[in-house]
Every structure is written in C-alpha cells, then in structure tokens.
T-cell receptor, first 114, second 112 residues
Framework: AQSVTQLGSHVSVSEGALVLLRCNYSSSVPPYLFWYVQYPNQGLQLLLKYTTGATLVKGINGFEAEFKKSETSFHLTKPSAHMSDAAEYFCAVSGFQGAQKLVFGQGTRLTINP | KAGVTQTPRYLIKTRGQQVTLSCSPISGHRSVSWYQQTPGQGLQFLFEYFSETQRNKGNFPGRFSGRQFSNSRSEMNVSTLELGDSALYLC???????????FGPGTRLLVL
C-alpha cells in the first residue's frame, strides 16, 4: 500500500523568497515520485518526477526536488518565488512495476505575496 | 502533439440521472486513467484502461464504469447520480507502464 502526506495545506511566501513544499510518502515497494501543479480551472501539469538514479531531480519553471529514502521524503523547492507560481501543488507516488495508479497527497495551495 | 482532451468541460445534472464523460488521449498513448477530484477527498483513482481492457480499479461503487475503444478513446459513465458525485473528473493518458501520466483539463460535474 502507498500513501502520501503533504505537510501544510496552505503555504504563503513573498515574491523572491524560497519556496519549500513538503511531501512524505509511504510505500511497500521502491517508489516512483511525482510533483504536479494545478492552476485554477485546469488539469494537472507534471513539474518533475523521480524514478531511479540521481536523487536530486530538476523540473520545469525552476523547481527541483530531492528524494531522501532514509526520510521517506520528496520535498519540492524553488529558490525564488514568482507571482506565476501561485497554484495548488500535488505530490504523488506510484509503484514501479506493472499497471500502477498514482496515489496523491491532499495538495498544498501556494500563495505568493507581492 | 495535441494534449489530452475531455468533453464536455462542464456539466449539470440532477440526482438520479446518468452521465457519460469522454476522454481522447494523446496520440499514441494506449493507457487511459480516470481520477475524481473533490475538496473533501482530494484526488482519487477510479480506473485504468489499456488496449480496451480495464486492468486497475479504485474503490468506487459499481455506479462508476468505463470503457475504452480501439482508438484508445475512453468514456466514463456514472449512473444514478448522487449529490456527492459532484467533482472534477480528470483523465490521464500514457504510452505504457512506468511512463508519465499526462492529464486533461477535466470535466466539472455538478449534481443538483
């Protein structure tokens, strides 16, 4: 069984500040991990994913995440927030074999203050 | 390539009715998955189809069903609608296992 916990349903940062969105997962098998972003009235857009190999993953729009197996974490960061980053962010986990569904966290709404 | 398309984008139904939602995957993608998104339950997996066969199913009642056609297009049907079925229904497609799922814009269903 797999599950995802996103710490903080709402995060607010100032424009230009560091963005840190927290994600912890539970998985009985080696996980594939994802971050998706959802803008109002839109579907989900993939920011980045970890499958195997390098644990620091770089994604689109300046975001990156680090897979830490010992901490079962996959936190999302961006050095400098931009107004356009305001959206809802979802962390998701899936298994690595066969037809695996995505299991999502509850989401974190990111607000950027000018 | 065109992205995943879903029709209709918005839908209003009344309790007891049934509804059919459509999803056209990205060209070449043979797998289509459906997810329900609600404020209370978040994003939940409904089912996945691959080459016209359902091969994974979430924990939803039998009122929720789906199918996939030979051109990989998929439909999802909900019968005997309940107020709690009001949600954003998202479709995602991918080429195969372990590949990234790409999401459509969703169909927002309101049940009155």
């Amino acid at each position: 069984a797999q599950s995802v916990t996103q710490l903080g349903s709402h995060v607010s940062v100032s424009e230009g500040a560091l963005v840190l969105l927290r994600c912890n997962y539970s998985s009985s098998v080696p996980p594939y991990l994802f971050w998706y972003v959802q803008y109002p009235n839109q579907g989900l857009q993939l920011l980045l994913k970890y499958t195997t190999g390098a644990t620091l993953v770089k994604g689109i729009n300046g975001f990156e995440a680090e897979f830490k197996k010992s901490e079962t974490s996959f936190h999302l960061t961006k050095p400098s927030a931009h107004m356009s980053d305001a959206a809802e962010y979802f962390c998701a986990v899936s298994g690595f074999q066969g037809a695996q569904k995505l299991v999502f966290g509850q989401g974190t709404r990111l607000t950027i203050n000018p | 390539k065109a992205g995943v398309t879903q029709t209709p984008r918005y839908l209003i139904k009344t309790r007891g009715q049934q509804v059919t939602l459509s999803c056209s995957p990205i060209s070449g993608h043979r797998s289509v998955s459906w997810y329900q998104q609600t404020p209370g339950q978040g994003l939940q997996f409904l089912f996945e189809y691959f080459s016209e066969t359902q091969r994974n199913k979430g924990n939803f009642p039998g009122r929720f069903s789906g199918r996939q056609f030979s051109n990989s297009r998929s439909e999802m049907n909900v019968s005997t609608l309940e107020l709690g079925d009001s949600a954003l229904y998202l479709c995602a497609s991918r080429t195969g296992d372990q590949e990234t799922q790409y999401f459509g814009p969703g169909t927002r269903l309101l049940v009155l």
